[in-house]
Each structure stands twice: as C-alpha cells, then as structure tokens.
C-alpha cells in the first residue's frame, strides 16, 4: 500500500503539472474538470510500478502513465454520453455539466493528447507504445459496441461476456503493465507475461465487481447494491444462471429483466434468490479464483528479482479485497 500511494502522489504531482487550462477554454475546462474528479489512478500506477520492477526508470515512464489515465477518462466521458448518464464519481458528468457537444469534442482532444505523450519518446519505443496503445484502444471500442450489442440481445453467451469485458476492462489494464515493461526495455518474453498477467487480473476485477453488485456490502462496495440487475446488466450471474435454471424460472428472470419498477428492491431480492438457487453464485466465485490464480501463475516465469514479483502478488490481493 506504501509503494501504491507513493506511486499515486508521484503521477498526481506531475498530471497537475503537466495538464493546464489553454484556450479555448471551452475545449479544455472539461478536460481538466474530468481527470481531477478523483478516482484510484490504478492504471498509471501500474505503468510506474512495472516500470520500477523491471529495473526502468520511472520518470521515463510518466509521460506513457499519464496517456493511459488521460484515454481512460477519455472513453468514461464518450460511454457517459452514450449511456446518458448523470453522474460520474458522484459530480456532474462533462455532457451535463456543459452539453453533449462539448463533451464529444472534448473527449476527442482527450484521446489526440494522449497519443501525442507518446512523441517524449526515443523512436523505437515510440514505436512499439504506439502500436500497443492503437490496439488497445481499437479494442476498448470494440468492447464498448459489444456492450451496446448484448443490451438488446437474448442470444449472449457467456465466452461472447467475457471478450466483452476483456476488451473493455482488463486490455487497458495489461497494456498499462506493459508499457512500463517496453520503457525498461525488458524481453518480449516478459512483456507479454505482464500483459497477460494484467489482462487476467482485469477479467478477475471484473466479474468481481459483478458479484459484488448484487452480494456486496454497500458500505464498503462504494455503489449502490443491486445497481447491475436494476439497469437489466446480462451479467456472468445472469447468463450462467439462465443456463441452470429450469424452464419456468429461466422464464421468470427473463421477465424481470425486461421491467424497470419504480421502487426495485422486491425485484433485487427475488432475481438475488434465483442467481443463488441456480448456483450460479458459487461459480461466479469460482471464475474470479480461476482468472486470479491464471493471473499469478503469470509472474512465476518472469525475469524478475522475487521481491519485485511479490510487489505484483500484493497488488493483485489488494485491489481484489479493494485495499487499493
């Protein structure tokens, strides 16, 4: 956790030095306003972190953790838009706070901005970020089409979720990991392992976040509990239930999930009650041991010295209990 904030103060310390207001104000005003709404920074942190871990230096590695924030919060203000929503980390989201336009272009700038950090480099690495942060994005698209698609599907599989949360969640986590393994020049053999070792976490994270959705303590999941069935979310909980349940109940949460009552709660408890008679609860847990336990086995064959690799295994406990 020490190492975690340190690194977090570090990116902090040199986004608010690097990130100005310029004119048109119009343009940049919401830029500024959307990447100092907080959040945990984890993406960043992780460029820095594995930057450090493979012997690189970790100043080299700013400009690059600070293209991987400024395009995260890029894709939250477009996916805010497209899914009209109020609010974002509790404030005004930048489509609300000024207008849909303005949130469209401002976002744009977002996205040229961050591929222009990437110029603060020698032309080999250059290279080798850019094609990563190119296929990165592609994919973060493609995960967020998908999404849109499987709104109004009822044929969505389960592999079919999980490449639509691979692309949108865990791909930016492990390009992040290995864009610190590009500036320290580590082997390629390594880059991929850290990549996959991310890629798996995000998956981890992910499901998690669903389970917890609808099993988590509201005190401590910081959202509000049930959020996922009240928007009618095809999550892994209801796909895999779907699958064990029997006909008439398979029906039922079919029903429930294409209902919006204004008061959700009888709705949250009974589809709550179908996810655990169809066990689909138990295997929710067991997917996220499964993509976690895939992640570490990752860091085994690393070139790393074991006290560098343990800093990744505390990582990956910290952010799974949400210590992070």
């Not at 899914?83 to 509790?90: I, T």
């Not at 272009?105 to 942060?133: H, P, R, V, W």
């Not at 798996?200 to 976040?209: K, P, S």
């Not at 993509?291 to 010295?305: P, Q």
């Amino acid at each position: 956790m020490v190492e975690v904030e340190k690194y977090r103060e570090h990116f902090l310390k040199y986004m608010n030095e690097k990130v100005d207001l310029k004119e048109p104000k119009n343009l940049y005003e919401p830029i500024l306003y959307i990447l100092n709404l907080g959040g945990k920074r984890l993406r960043p942190i992780l460029t820095l972190l594995a930057t450090d871990a493979f012997e690189g230096d970790v100043e080299k590695a700013l400009d690059a953790a600070l293209a991987i924030e400024i395009f995260h919060n890029f894709s939250l203000v477009h996916d805010d838009i497209m899914d009209d929503a109020p609010l974002r980390r509790g404030k005004d989201t930048v489509h609300e706070k000024w207008d849909i336009n303005t949130g469209i272009l401002s976002g744009d700038a977002m996205l040229i901005n961050a591929y222009q950090l990437f110029e603060n480099y020698n032309s080999d690495t250059f290279k080798q970020l850019a094609q990563l942060f190119t296929k990165t994005a592609i994919e973060v698209c493609e995960g967020q089409q998908y999404d849109v698609d499987y709104e109004e599907s009822d044929t969505v599989s389960i592999p079919e979720y999980l490449q639509m949360i691979k692309y949108k969640t865990a791909v930016l986590v492990g390009a992040a990991l290995q864009m610190g393994a590009i500036i320290a020049n580590a082997s390629k053999k390594d880059e991929q392992l850290i990549y996959d070792f991310g890629c798996n976490l995000g998956l981890a994270f992910q499901l998690q976040d669903d389970y917890l959705d609808v099993f988590g303590n509201p005190e401590t999941f910081g959202k509000q509990i049930g959020g996922d069935i009240i928007e009618n979310k095809k999550t892994f909980l209801y796909l895999k239930s779907l699958e064990l349940l029997d006909q008439d109940e398979s029906e039922q949460l079919k029903h429930l999930y294409s209902i919006s009552p204004l008061n959700p709660a009888q709705k949250i408890e009974t589809v709550r009650g179908l996810f655990v008679k169809s066990g689909a609860a138990g295997l929710a847990k067991q997917e996220i041991e499964k993509y976690t336990s895939t992640a570490l086995k990752h860091l085994e064959d690393l070139e790393m010295k074991p006290e560098k690799k343990q800093r990744f295994t505390t990582f990956a406990k910290d952010l799974m209990t949400r210590n992070v």
